[in-house]
């Protein structure tokens, strides 16, 4: 792991203390890396749901057995992360 020093104004910095607090991580890093988790998930979202739009919007064709099995795999790993995340 690596360190990052970041700077805060103090009303910041009380929240984030206090949020620490009260969420019951054990340390500052612990609640930051949460909050980059967090973020990184809603992005993952955004991102298949432009990408859902954009299928949507596209023109129509025939799903090959690829296609089927494509869609497959990516649900299987979702569900698992989603599993592993809740664990």
Do not use: F
């Amino acid at each position: 792991m690596t360190t990052m020093n970041i700077s805060l104004p103090e009303p910041m910095r009380a929240y984030v203390d206090r949020q620490v607090k009260r969420g019951g991580y054990s340390t500052t890093s612990e609640y930051l890396r949460e909050l980059i988790r967090e973020d990184q998930r809603r992005k993952a979202r955004e991102e298949l749901e432009a990408q859902l739009l954009e299928g949507l919007e596209s023109e129509t064709s025939e799903m090959t057995d690829e296609d089927w099995e494509t869609i497959r795999r990516d649900a299987r790993e979702r569900i698992k992360s989603k599993k592993k995340h809740a664990a």
